[in-house]
């Protein structure tokens, strides 16, 4: 794997760190359209390594994303 991508990885899932919860966010709104296949490709890569995807949702198409509020416990 390209060292480029490595690091293009690491930079959307540090975002995706910080995003905050109930908010949606815009594929193309955040990311160059030559980049928006590896942003995607990222942020699954993202979801399936957490439990609970992290958190991080898809709507059908791809097109949209949002984090949602982990249950609280106890």
């Known amino acids: 794997m390209k060292t480029d991508l490595l690091e293009y990885k690491r930079d959307v899932w540090q975002f995706l760190e910080k995003i905050e919860p109930g908010k949606n966010y815009t594929v193309v ?5 030559e ?3 590896d942003f995607i490709e990222a942020i699954k890569e993202y979801m399936e390594s957490l439990p609970w995807q992290g958190y991080v949702t898809f709507n059908h198409d ?4 949002y984090r949602m509020y982990p249950p609280v416990i106890g």
């Open 35 to 37: 980049n928006q296949d």
């Open 62 to 65: 791809y097109s949209k994303f």
């Open 29 to 33: 709104n955040l990311c160059k359209p």
